[in-house]
């Protein structure tokens, strides 16, 4: 069991904010949700998938994109950090996804997100995409841009 009451996970929004600064408001909030974490105020749960979102993302989709040497170097920062929790996807990981993702009606990417918060005892996410993650019952959603 990784989650207790004041476990988080932060979702690949607020991670990709952190280093996109186009949208400035929103980069600074999630910059100090994370320097909160380095500074060993919070820990924060990460799911491999939203890892592997934020390489994507920086090295290709934002409007000036890190290197990927870089992003690869930041990342292994993060798994390094004992305030981050890595958690991982498995097999139940999936088919719970696919469940969720049909009896709820979200997408499975998100679905997947929360089978592995409710594995992990995690139930609160700090998210911009509030919209989803609020139709799951046993998810609490914290929109930090709102």
């Known amino acids: 069991m ?5 476990t988080r996970l932060l979702d690949s929004n ?10 400035k408001e929103k980069h600074v909030i999630a910059k100090n949700l994370i320097a909160d974490c ?20 920086t090295t290709k989709k934002i409007t ?6 870089e992003m690869k170097k930041n990342i292994q920062d993060i798994i390094s950090f004992t305030n981050f929790n890595i958690l ?21 990417w998100d ?3 929360a089978s592995v918060m409710k594995e992990n005892h995690i ?5 911009e995409n509030d ?8 998810i609490k959603v914290i929109n930090p841009f709102i």
């Open 88 to 108: 991982d996807i498995n097999k139940n990981s999936i088919l719970a996804a696919m469940d969720i993702s049909s009896e709820i009606g979200i997408s499975y």
């Open 64 to 69: 000036n994109p890190v290197k990927p040497d």
């Open 38 to 57: 380095w500074k060993r105020k919070k820990i924060y749960a990460l799911s491999v998938q939203n890892l592997s979102e934020l390489f994507f993302i």
């Open 123 to 127: 139930h609160t996410i700090v998210t």
């Open 131 to 138: 919209k989803d993650f609020k139709k799951i019952p046993w």
């Open 14 to 23: 607020i991670l990709i904010y952190a280093y996109d600064s186009s949208e």
């Open 2 to 6: 990784i989650g207790n009451k004041e």
């Open 111 to 113: 679905a997947l997100i």
